[in-house]
């Protein structure tokens, strides 16, 4: 295939927040230092040099961006401060971006305007939505979230919302691995992608490969937000209904045990929502770390919409629980404030931006695995190849 160059390529990824990567020389000081680069999978040096040089297909199928968990470590070393951690994430934004096919992703992270536009406006349509439908006779003389609005009617919403959510990302990651893979995403068997799915779920649940950074309390962070986030998100899209009737529902009127499995959860979730997401706030404003020197203004978003949906999530809970009755009023009016800002951080953020990183990561860590092991096995593994071969001539590639 002809290498296409691209003259506009650096401008382009400059409007997902790449500033200073035109200072690099290409030293190739970042790459060494970087504790996640290797031989094979070389980076940010590279991933700098494909940009300045306009090749936009090499660019795309690129697994590297994934690869980098921005610790900020060559970005300390660069002689040049071109920021290569830094041009990194903003090439995520960009990858990201590249793989929505529904180019809501490219608005989102290149316009300040729309991001703020597309939050604001859903959420207000979400409160609207509360006034028109939500139950005409709420008890107001106790916090009973049932008379406010049916439980059933949240639950098909959010059964729904789950559903299109997971298409859109998942479509998203398909791309991805089309781009990454090239013409060997058919050509590999499906075993050698099957053999990596304990990989998959260990990457997934410890994103294992951050702690080989030196900075290891990047990694806490970032496991911590993960997991408290996800946990939240099982308790609101899967136990929410309580799985179809085989276990309590997680949204109920009833209060529960302090130490009742839903409760713990929710503790858990709310304490590393919240500690993670200021922990990162009061890194940004400080600029105390590499990776907290350049904040987009999508981070910013990301991270307040998650403190948000966390605190509200408490003061629920606290308006509900005071005294015998509760604060029926109060509770009502922030459950509604809760919703506004918990369904467009998911809505926006899990198949267009920050969340979706959560697939792509482990995704690419697994393709680059199958990939290498394809590899291995036609160099060193006859009868593989020759299946290979015999496969190919059958199907005239
Ligand atoms: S980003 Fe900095 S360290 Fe890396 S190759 Fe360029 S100049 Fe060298
Ligand atoms: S930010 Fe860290 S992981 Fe990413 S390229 Fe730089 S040194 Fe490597």
């Not at 006779?137 to 059933?152: G, I, Y």
């Amino acid at each position: 295939m002809a290498t296409r160059l691209d003259p506009n390529l650096k401008k382009e990824v400059k409007e997902y927040g790449i500033k200073d990567s035109d200072k690099c020389m290409q030293c190739g000081l970042c790459s060494a230092v970087c504790p996640l680069a290797t031989t094979e999978e070389s980076f940010p040096r590279k991933m700098i040099r494909l940009t300045q040089m306009g090749l936009r297909d090499k660019l795309i199928a690129s697994p590297e961006p994934w690869l980098c968990y921005y610790c900020g470590e060559c970005s300390d070393f660069c002689p040049r401060g071109a920021e290569p951690g830094e041009t990194m994430m903003g090439l995520r934004r960009y990858l990201t971006a590249q793989y929505d096919w529904t180019g809501f992703s490219k608005r989102f992270y290149t316009s300040e305007k729309f991001e703020i536009f597309s939050i604001v406006g859903f959420a207000l349509l979400i409160g609207l939505g509360f006034l028109l439908f939500a139950g005409d006779s709420p008890d107001m003389e106790k916090a009973r979230l049932s008379t406010f609005v049916d439980a059933h009617v949240i639950e098909y919403l959010d059964l729904a919302m789950a559903a299109i959510l997971s298409a859109l990302l998942l479509s998203n990651v398909y791309r991805m691995a089309k781009f990454q893979m090239g013409d060997l995403i058919g050509k590999v068997p499906l075993s050698m992608y099957l053999g990596e799915v304990k990989e998959l779920i260990v990457h997934f649940i410890t994103q294992k490969r951050f702690s080989k950074c030196h900075d290891q309390r990047q990694w806490f962070i970032h496991l911590l937000i993960m997991t408290s986030y996800c946990s939240v998100f099982f308790m609101v899209v899967v136990l929410l209904s309580g799985l179809g009737g085989l276990l309590p529902a997680f949204q109920t009127d009833e209060v529960r045990s302090i130490i009742h499995p839903y409760n713990l959860i929710g503790y858990y979730a709310t304490f590393g929502l919240l500690y993670g997401t200021t922990y990162a706030m009061i890194g940004r404003l400080r600029k105390n770390r590499p990776a907290y020197k350049h904040t987009h203004s999508t981070d910013w978003c990301f991270l307040i919409l998650l403190w948000l949906t966390a605190f509200t999530g408490i003061l629920i809970n606290a308006f509900r629980s005071i005294g015998v009755d509760g604060l029926p009023l109060a509770t009502y009016v922030i459950y509604v404030l809760h919703l506004m800002v918990a369904v467009p951080m998911l809505v926006f953020e899990v198949p267009f931006a920050k969340w979706s990183h959560l697939a792509f990561r482990p995704v690419t860590i697994v393709l680059t695995n199958v990939k290498k092991k394809y590899h291995e096995n036609l160099k060193f593994n006859p009868s593989f190849a020759k299946q290979v071969e015999n496969k190919s001539v059958g199907t005239g590639n």
